[in-house]
């Protein structure tokens, strides 16, 4: 019989002690408010498709307080996790290389966000434009 005992590393809360990784859970935690939205947009969908009497629920109901305070949570955890995800994606991509230069992780992050603001931003017109009637 052996006596020796194996060395087993203890795995529990190993990514508390790494601010990265601290980081990059709260962020893979945040994809359950995305979750979550993406559930009361899909009801949505399927409020709509019932009818005029099964919308009109919906929207009384995103309408109420409660629901309000609980979107505004999701928005906030939304920003921040769109946020950690382009501030992680430099470390996920491979070395971008332009006139043999490597890119910075700073622009990569900055031009990631400005173009998600661009976009949010021509989403937003055009459906400004669509609720108009122009």
């Avoid at 382009?86 to 491979?94: G, N, Q």
């Amino acid at each position: 019989m052996n006596a020796r005992k194996p060395y087993i590393r203890p795995m529990a809360g190993w990514w508390r002690h790494n601010p990265f990784f601290l980081e990059y859970m709260v962020h893979e935690g945040t994809a359950f408010f995305v979750l979550a939205y993406a559930l009361e947009l899909l009801a949505g969908l399927i409020c709509l498709t019932q009818g005029e009497a099964a919308w009109n629920s919906y929207r009384a109901f995103v309408a109420s307080g409660p629901i309000l305070i609980i979107n505004l949570a999701i928005f906030a955890a939304m920003l921040y996790h769109g946020y950690t995800w382009f501030k992680i994606m430099p470390r996920t991509l491979p070395p971008m290389i332009i006139g043999g230069q490597k890119v910075a992780a700073a622009t990569i992050t900055t031009v990631g966000i400005a173009a998600a603001v661009g976009a949010s931003a021509l989403v937003f017109i055009a459906l400004w434009f669509i609720a108009r009637g122009l």
